[in-house]
């Protein structure tokens, strides 16, 4: 079965950082362009940041860019989200997602056609 | 860069059609093929309905089509059910400093 599991949200306060992870199986994560997209309560979805396969390209989203930083280890089928200085409007639902399969290096806003169940970041004093 | 726009709500009776706009710039819709529609249910993860436009992924029902004209991309839902009833998000790529970019969601009931 195609899956997607986050973890590692958890309550933090305004400053501090959270890392977290998502854990790919059932596919060749290798094969895959990722992403980070997040919900606030009562919100719309937000895309967050993308890397594509090798790692070689990432983007990210001009809220997040300088305190987010997505990483991938392809050797363990996971996809990271190291979170910095992090502020009480970061408080989401944070989702990973895998990007529609394309032939170019990059396959960023082709689709997102697996999520994972999210994980829960809240920050707060 | 500001999100995509689209209708805070629509609705319809089960049966019926509705379709969903999502107006942008030639800067993000209208200047590329790479917009994708999802379909959120409270407590659920994102499903995407359509990619490129008007891609549709395997196993999701005919009843939902994408299209586009100009800057606007649409979502059209025929024969609908009960169980459409959900939030719908477009997305697409931007020429921008944030490359990908949601629309504010659609909420539809369906009467």
């Known amino acids: 079965e195609v899956q997607l599991v986050e973890s590692g949200g958890g309550l933090v306060k305004p400053g501090g950082s959270l890392r977290l992870s998502c854990e790919a199986s059932?596919?060749?994560?290798?094969?895959?362009?990722m992403n980070w997209v997040r919900q606030a309560p009562g919100k719309g979805l937000e895309w967050i940041s993308s890397?594509?396969?090798?790692?070689?390209?990432?983007f990210y989203a001009d809220l997040v860019k300088g305190r987010f930083t997505i990483s991938r280890d392809n050797p363990k089928n996971s996809l990271f989200l190291h979170m910095e200085s992090l502020r009480a409007e970061d408080t989401a639902i944070y989702f990973c997602a895998r990007d529609v399969y394309c032939p170019s290096t990059t396959c960023l806003a082709w689709g997102m056609d697996v999520w994972g169940q999210g994980t829960t970041v809240t920050v707060s004093s | 860069q500001s999100a995509l726009t689209q209708p805070a709500s629509v609705s319809g009776s089960p049966g019926q059609s509705i379709t969903i706009s999502c107006t942008g710039t030639?800067?993000?819709?209208?200047?590329?093929?790479?917009v994708s529609w999802y379909q959120k249910h409270p407590g659920k993860a994102p499903k995407v309905i359509i990619y490129e436009v008007t891609k549709r992924p395997s196993g999701i029902s005919d009843r939902f089509s994408g299209s586009k004209s100009g800057n606007t991309a649409s979502l059209t839902i025929s024969g609908l059910q009960a169980e459409d009833e959900a939030d719908y998000y477009c997305?697409?790529?931007?020429?921008?400093?944030?490359?990908?970019?949601f629309g504010g969601g659609t909420k539809l009931t369906v009467l």
């Open positions: 030639s800067s993000d819709v209208g200047g590329f093929d790479l």
């Open positions: 890397i594509s396969r090798s790692s070689g390209d990432i």
């Open positions: 059932g596919f060749s994560f290798s094969t895959y362009s």
């Open positions: 997305c697409s790529y931007a020429v921008s400093n944030t490359p990908v970019i």
